[in-house]
């Protein structure tokens, strides 16, 4: 069938529909007949597509499907602007109801589309206002219970941030889902509610990483979550061995997930699993550098694998604070700094400092340890001043 003849028929159905949405029919008898011919021309219409498509090629099957869609799509739009809210008349409220009546057939159609033509059918096109408010109601009804399993499994803190950060940022989202978003989040939560009844109290974090990159929740507001929830767990860490294995567990927790949807929440970012790993590989590639740096310095000859120093851990951070405030230790990098001095440096009471340790004594002090290094500086400036 030419594309006129299709074109053709979303006019007159369109002229049949508007005809329907009239206050004046709408308050008769008429009301009906109008509802029955337009179920009748729409399950024609569908019937004629059926029929049409498999006579086709593919390329005209897509474009003729497309056209089917665009077409009851912006009839749908024009309804929505025929609706008038604040009610305060029969006739109003009765053309409301037709015209919600019309919208519903309208949706079906496309559902049928949708179901029918997989492959023709245009995943990327915005849903419709009316579909945008029904999934918007399904989000916030689905939040809530997920929110209240989340807490009957008593999870920590950041698990229920992380939710209540995901499911505002679904609610407050800008502008329309599309057809494949939609058909997501619809997936999402019934497979979000179906694994949280597998799970036994308490929820630990890991295990909901694990969770939402097999369902693909490739949102930006997770990513960044499990980006903090890592750099978190390395700045816990007592020493770089420990921050290796850290990075690997969760690369190995990572690549080891099986997707349970295929197609992604979001289709123009990468895969979570993906975005997570290449950041991982990121911080690994930084720790390495670290060791390269220390493994540099000491093949060279300028430095010692191993120091062992008569400060306490508290002291040795002062006095390197003490050199860096005053120029003599230059770096860009505090973090890398404390890192390198964990890594080859042991005290009289420590044979291995913590790097959490350390940085906490870098940045307080208490009065004996300054006098301690002041007592040893003023060691050093009398050597000094005898070598004078």
Do not use: W
């Not at 008769?28 to 498509?53: G, M, P, T």
């Not at 749908?76 to 602007?81: F, G, N, P, R, S």
């Not at 870098?362 to 004078?388: F, T």
């Amino acid at each position: 069938m030419a594309i006129e003849q299709m074109m053709y028929e979303l006019i007159s159905f369109r002229e049949l529909i508007l005809d329907a949405t009239k206050i004046k029919a709408v308050c008769k008898c008429a009301d009906k007949e109008f509802q029955d011919k337009i179920v009748e021309e729409s399950k024609r219409i569908f019937s004629s597509i059926l029929h049409h498509v498999i006579q086709v090629d593919p390329d005209r099957s897509k474009s003729y499907v497309r056209q089917h869609q665009r077409g009851l799509m912006q009839l749908i739009e024009e309804l929505a602007t025929l609706i008038k809210e604040n009610v305060h008349n029969a006739d109003q409220q009765n053309r409301n109801d037709t015209i919600s009546n019309i919208v519903t057939l309208l949706n079906q159609m496309i559902i049928d589309l949708q179901q029918h033509f997989p492959y023709y059918f245009d995943f990327d096109c915005p849903i419709s206002v009316f579909s945008q408010q029904q999934l918007l109601l399904t989000i916030s009804g689905n939040s809530g219970k997920i929110l209240k399993k989340v807490e009957e499994l008593h999870a920590d803190h950041e698990t229920i941030s992380l939710f209540k950060q995901i499911f505002k940022n679904l609610n407050d989202y800008q502008g329309r889902f599309t057809f494949e978003q939609a058909k997501y989040l619809y997936d999402f939560f019934d497979s979000l509610k179906t694994a949280l009844n597998t799970f036994v109290p308490p929820l630990d974090f890991s295990d909901m990483i694990s969770l939402l990159v097999s369902l693909n929740f490739n949102h930006p507001s997770f990513y960044h979550s499990c980006c903090s929830h890592l750099n978190h767990e390395l700045q816990n860490c007592e020493n770089i061995s420990e921050q290796y294995r850290l990075t690997h567990f969760f690369k190995k927790l990572i690549g080891q997930v099986f997707k349970t949807i295929s197609t992604p929440y979001n289709r123009n970012l990468p895969d979570i699993d993906e975005a997570l790993l290449r950041y991982i590989e990121g911080e690994i590639s930084y720790l390495r550098s670290i060791d390269t740096i220390a493994e540099d310095l000491s093949s060279g000859g300028i430095l010692e694998r191993h120091f062992k120093v008569t400060f306490t851990v508290r002291q040795l951070a002062l006095f390197i604070n003490l050199q860096v405030e005053a120029g003599i230790i230059t770096t860009q990098s505090p973090k890398l700094l404390h890192q390198y001095i964990t890594k080859h440096y042991s005290t009289a009471e420590k044979e291995v400092i913590s790097e959490k340790s350390f940085k906490n004594a870098y940045y307080g002090n208490l009065d004996k340890d300054i006098e301690k290094v002041i007592e040893k500086i003023v060691a050093m400036l009398s050597i000094a001043q005898n070598k004078h």
